[in-house]
């Protein structure tokens, strides 16, 4: 305590009075130590970046198994546009998806060797997803995330879960679920996929 406080405290204050300073000390020192509440946590979203048709697409972590580059793929003849083809993953053949149709981008020749392939598991299914590039791994809150904009093709906003802008830039956050609820998915068209 410097000299002028222990003078105050000596004898300057009216015994009320160093009640009080040392009341307020006492309070100042117990704010000091206080550790700050933690920030509204909410829901966070643990995300992986990835570039398709030069686009930036983002997919949740807790659907995706693994990343593959310079992955080697098997052609299936008579197969729906947005089926690249077959990956042997450790001796599983695993369907690969060329998301382009699907979202609205058009069909895109895909080399028989993908860049970069995304293995989701969902269920105990596994699916992979052929894409150009994968980027960084984001995490960010829920809250941050806007709904696809309403000029955005209803085929295609149905699959964009929400936009999060990055870099100045849009990160299209996919709706996994409703991507694999996809009739296409199945074999079947759209127009074909009424139940029988």
């Not at 570039?51 to 997919?59: D, M, S």
């Not at 058009?106 to 997803?129: F, N, W, Y």
């Amino acid at each position: 305590m410097s000299k002028m406080n222990e003078k105050e405290l000596d004898g300057e204050f009216a015994p009320s009075d160093r009640e009080d300073f040392r009341a307020l000390l006492k309070e100042r020192a117990r704010i000091l130590s206080e550790v700050p509440a933690a920030e509204d946590s909410g829901e966070k979203i643990a995300a992986l970046s990835f570039q398709l048709a030069g686009e930036t697409y983002g997919i949740e972590l807790k659907y995706l198994a693994e990343t593959r580059r310079s992955t080697p793929l098997r052609r299936l003849p008579g197969v729906l546009p947005h089926l690249a083809g077959a990956m042997n993953l450790r001796g599983e053949l695993i369907p690969v998806v060329d998301l382009g149709p699907i979202l609205g981008l058009g069909r895109r020749e895909i080399p028989a060797t993908v860049a970069a392939v995304l293995v989701l598991s969902v269920d105990g299914s596994k699916l992979a997803l052929a894409v150009d590039q994968f980027k960084d791994i984001l995490t960010f809150a829920a809250k941050e995330l806007q709904p696809p904009p309403v000029s955005l093709e209803p085929e295609r906003a149905i699959f964009i879960r929400g936009e999060y802008l990055i870099d100045g830039g849009l990160l299209n956050l996919l709706a996994v679920e409703k991507i694999l609820a996809d009739p296409r998915l199945s074999g079947q068209n759209r127009d074909e996929a009424e139940p029988l």
